[in-house]
């Protein structure tokens, strides 16, 4: 009888470089390559509509990659440990295979997964469970610690460490697969309806399409262009690395295989997505405490609250990220920040609700960049000045100069000519429908003071 192994997809829906695939490969003689569609994902409320969307490509590339391959993808729905115990039980696996996550929910998934495996009674008999480190992080979480303490507070000294850290080769695709013939699945999810209308195409063989096409064309730029709004000039891989349908071990070797100041660059923001996932991993209460409370008496106006999100704050380069986040379900980093800076700064709002509208649009929505992105804004998380208020005029003035970001995205100011188009409150009259400012910036820094206190 030919033994059996379990590799357990979750935030690694990818052929190349994927070692809990070609752990189980190299483990047993049939390999079942399973996901399942996890109740507790969906019930957390993360199964929004923009990424089961995306998640239905990742899904239909993977199986059509395994399947070229000799092999196929299993697919279950349920509680993901029933669902791995059961799939090990049918096949008599002796080993499941699972990329290691920085989340509690994930960390918790493991600690009952190796439990129920181990006790053999929903199995059938005795199974191992192995996790894999560097699988979602290009270094793992926890891999590196300063001192005295589980994690590191301040970016800089993190990334010293994680610049001289050692990653593996990237591993290449296997060239077969065998699955066991007579393992049930269910059908391929399709994608729903109620998406953004300009959300990307989800998948591995996308991912490796658009890196390469960017890392070509756009990767010795992004230093000076990564800030550029209208440019758009990043690499929009945030989706891709969020599912794993391209490894950050394998980007960040070939950026800097490539070299040059661009891709530092890139790989610097390549760091930051692994420091925040090693804060999640020894602070996982940061998905929805604050990291480091600052006392806030947040505000709670639902008419601001719902003009941030319709995009309808007075503020163009605000409401610009605000439309795009809806149209497709992404938006650019430095728009990123700015809005948020705008919720939580400017009208003092408690960052929890700006971070979970944007779990619920973002494709890339992702706990410990998310949440920690938007605590750093807000002045509770790991930012070294917690008062920063980015004025969105001045970031106007500085990333979208002439105001074609502005201008793609509120069309009723597109008939206002450069920089101007920042300030349309000094036109004759408001073009079209559009509105008023809702706050003064003045007054928005005003209210952080009086709340926080100058001297916190």
């Known amino acids: 009888m030919p033994s059996t192994a379990v590799a357990l997809f979750t935030s690694d829906l990818r052929l190349h470089d994927n070692p ?13 390559p399973l996901f399942v569609l996890d109740d507790g994902v969906r019930s957390a409320g993360f199964a929004t509509a923009n990424r ?8 239909t590339d993977l199986d059509s990659g395994l399947r070229e391959r000799g092999g196929r993808l299993v697919l279950r729905a349920g509680d993901a440990v029933e669902q791995v115990c059961r799939v090990a039980h049918e096949t008599g696996a002796g080993q499941v295979h699972l990329a290691a996550g920085a989340s509690r929910y994930a960390v918790r998934r493991e600690e009952r997964l190796r439990t129920a495996l181990a006790g053999g009674r929903s199995t059938g008999g005795h199974c191992t469970l192995r996790v894999h480190d560097a699988v979602v992080t290009a270094v793992a979480p926890g891999a590196q610690t300063p001192a005295g303490k589980d994690h590191f507070a301040v970016f800089t000294p993190y990334f010293r460490q994680w610049e001289r850290a050692e990653t593996r080769d ?4 296997p060239r077969g697969v065998r699955v066991p013939e007579d393992i049930g699945s269910l059908p391929l999810p399709e994608r729903p309806g109620g998406i953004s209308p300009g959300l990307a195409r989800g998948g591995e063989s996308e991912a490796r399409r658009r890196f390469a096409a960017w890392e070509r064309a756009g990767l010795d730029e992004y230093a000076d262009r990564h800030d550029d709004l209208a440019g758009d000039a990043t690499s929009r891989m945030s989706p891709f690395f969020h599912f794993g349908c391209l490894s950050p071990v394998e980007a ?12 530092q ?34 505000r709670a106006d639902e008419k601001e609250i719902a003009a941030w999100k319709e995009g309808r704050t007075g503020y163009p380069v605000v409401d610009a990220g605000m439309r795009q986040l809806a ?10 920040l700015l809005t948020a800076s705008f919720l939580a700064k400017t009208l003092y709002t408690d960052w929890r609700v700006g971070a979970r509208h944007f779990l619920d649009l973002l494709v890339d929505g992702d706990v410990a960049n ?12 790991t930012d070294t000045r917690p008062n920063r208020i980015l004025n969105p005029l001045a970031q106007a003035k500085r990333f979208d100069p002439n105001g074609e970001y502005v201008r793609r995205w509120v069309p009723e100011l597109a008939g206002v000519e450069g920089p101007a188009v920042h300030r349309p409150w000094r036109q004759a009259e408001l073009p079209g429908d559009y509105p008023a400012p809702i706050v003064d910036l003045d007054e928005g820094a005003a209210r952080m003071r009086a709340a926080r206190g100058r001297d916190r």
């Open 20 to 32: 809990v695939l070609r752990a189980a490969l190299a483990e047993a003689d049939e390999v079942v």
């Open 52 to 59: 089961s969307a995306f998640l239905a490509d990742c899904l």
């Open 170 to 173: 990237p591993l290449a695709a």
């Open 252 to 263: 960040v070797r070939r950026a800097r295989r490539r070299g040059g100041e661009g891709a």
């Open 265 to 298: 660059a890139y790989v610097r923001q390549l760091a930051w997505r692994d420091f925040h996932h090693q804060v999640l991993h020894a602070r996982p209460d940061a998905a929805t405490a604050d990291y480091r409370t600052k006392g806030d008496r947040w």
């Open 327 to 336: 149209h497709e379900g992404w938006m650019h980093n430095r728009a990123r």
């Open 370 to 381: 998310n949440q920690l992105n938007w605590q750093w804004v807000a002045g509770t998380g």
